[in-house]
């Protein structure tokens, strides 16, 4: 089935550091992938998305960019906020069938970003 | 607009009682999802209705949950009896299926500890 690996965390910068999570996917025909985001005390919320090959999804200086080649979507900001500190999620939406409705989400990396 | 609003945002029961947690979905949207967040086991989808009908609960746990959707703008999540391992914060979310992008709208979740 379906599956979403991303980098275990904490992950723990300073600000304005450059940020990298990476995430890798198992899927059979084309996923969709996005990045959720949950700020403390609150549910997800959509960060970015791409939905085929080579587009890069981008939103609030963070970017992703969908590798079919890699089966890979890491994310990245080129300086980080103490208020971006959140638990970021890589998620997948199936192409296919009974899956088309369902994500399948990483187990979510944990920012912290110190000033 | 309103939300996803889910109630209540803290539940502390005791091992064996019946625990019901109530999910309002944005208003028109026609797919409902509760979800389970644990430290363990991240993100786990445990069931998705379209238009008030279930369409996969492949991921309820046990007999000890169930869930149902009496109308397009209320679902409950019940378990009975509940156990410490249920411990968990639920979400609901709710999307649109007409030109369905893959976003979910989120709500704050229903921690939920049993002791």
């Known amino acids: 089935g379906d599956s979403v690996t991303q980098m275990e965390g904490p992950v723990t910068l300073s600000e304005e550091a450059f940020l990298t999570i990476n995430c890798t996917y198992t899927a059979t025909g084309y996923p969709s992938l996005f990045w959720y985001v949950q700020y403390p005390g609150e549910g997800l919320q959509l960060l970015l998305k791409?939905?085929?090959?080579?587009d890069k999804g981008s939103n609030k200086g963070f970017e992703a960019t969908y590798r079919k080649e890699t089966t890979s979507f890491h994310l990245e900001k080129g300086s980080v906020q103490v208020s971006d500190s959140a638990v970021y999620f890589c998620?997948?939406?199936?192409?296919?069938?009974?899956?088309?409705?369902?994500?399948?989400f990483g187990k979510g990396t944990l920012l912290t970003v110190n000033p | 607009d309103a939300g996803v609003i889910q109630s209540p945002r803290h539940e502390v029961t005791e091992m064996g009682q019946e625990v019901t947690l109530r999910c309002k979905p944005i208003?028109?949207?026609?797919?409902l999802f509760w979800y389970r967040q644990t430290m363990m086991r991240g993100l786990e989808l445990l069931i998705y209705?379209?238009?008030?009908?279930?369409?996969?609960d492949s991921g309820m746990p046990e007999d000890r949950f169930s869930a149902k959707m009496p109308n397009a703008s209320f679902s409950t999540l019940k378990i009975q009896p509940s156990e410490p391992r249920d411990s968990a914060v639920y979400f609901c979310?709710?999307?649109?299926?007409?030109?369905?992008?893959?976003?979910?709208?989120f709500g704050e979740g229903s921690r939920l500890t049993v002791l």
């Open positions: 208003s028109g949207h026609d797919y």
């Open positions: 979310a709710s999307s649109q299926g007409q030109g369905y992008t893959g976003e979910l709208f």
């Open positions: 209705f379209n238009n008030n009908v279930p369409i996969d």
């Open positions: 791409a939905t085929k090959a080579d």
């Open positions: 998620a997948l939406r199936g192409s296919s069938g009974g899956s088309n409705y369902k994500l399948t």
